[in-house]
């Protein structure tokens, strides 16, 4: 009989999964800027911001960009 070593998977908190500019768009979006503000701040295109707050919203598993802004302010 062979030894069966089971590894269960390790849980990462969804904000810490998040990529660097993922976090920074989103903490722009709690200061109140727009996307286009965030993206002359960034120096990343409207459309570029638009996409890390789609990826964030999915990662996190919020429902809308507030409730993602949300999620990543609670953990601090």
Request: net charge positive; no cysteine; charged share 30%.
């Amino acid at each position: 009989m062979r030894n069966v070593i089971r590894v269960r998977p390790v849980r990462m908190p969804p904000d810490l999964a998040l990529s660097q500019r993922e976090r920074q768009v989103l903490d722009h979006l709690g200061q109140g800027l727009r996307d286009k503000e965030i993206a002359a701040q960034l120096g990343i295109s409207i459309e570029t911001v638009r996409t890390h707050v789609r990826n964030a919203i999915r990662t996190l598993g919020a429902h809308t960009r507030e409730h993602a802004v949300a999620l990543t302010s609670r953990r601090r």
